[in-house]
């Protein structure tokens, strides 16, 4: 398999869309709008054009996966700290379990780091996550708005001790709402 990965294009839209849908149509646990979900971010303020990436088979040319981040905040009583939201993942099925989702979190934790944010956090998988360096969350003090189980709820730091002196509750962009 032949995987490039690059940035998403204003072209990629309708293709992306259909690669999100086609991720998620046999996922239980998904209501099957996490392209919604990526269109309200794109038209956000939280939207970063860097971390909406796309991985592409250079033999087919087809894109096959995509990766976005959005802004967040990490909020107390006595401060709000910015951080990113790793949310969708998205790998067509045929492409699944190839290593594409590594390569798309791989490249996109390295820019994102380049671009000088500091953490980041995600809701997902307790097995897959932690594989890129993810602890629970709760490790530093930090909750969801929302009730989720905790083992799935996980935060990573792109630079050393970002989550040291952190706690508190995370703010989702309006875009998921």
Do not use: C
Request: cysteine-free.
């Amino acid at each position: 398999m032949n995987i490039f990965i690059r940035e998403e294009q204003t072209q990629d839209y309708k293709n992306v869309e259909q690669v999100i849908k086609s991720a998620f149509a046999n996922v239980s646990i998904s209501d099957q709008t996490e392209h919604n979900l990526v269109a309200n971010i794109r038209n956000s303020g939280a939207y970063i054009r860097e971390l909406s990436l796309v991985a592409i088979d250079k033999d087919t040319e087809q894109i096959v996966g995509h990766i976005l981040y959005s802004k967040i905040a990490i909020i107390n009583e006595e401060h709000s700290i910015e951080s990113l939201a790793l949310a969708p993942v998205s790998v067509i099925p045929t492409y699944q379990k190839k290593g594409v989702g590594k390569l798309l979190i791989e490249e996109s934790l390295r820019i994102a780091s380049k671009l000088g944010y500091e953490s980041v956090i995600v809701l997902g998988h307790p097995n897959y996550y932690p594989k890129f360096g993810f602890q629970k969350a709760s490790r530093w003090g930090i909750k969801a708005p929302f009730h989720v189980p905790d083992e799935v709820f996980m935060a990573l730091e792109l630079k050393k001790d970002a989550l040291k002196n952190v706690s508190g509750v995370v703010e989702y962009s309006k875009a998921f709402l």
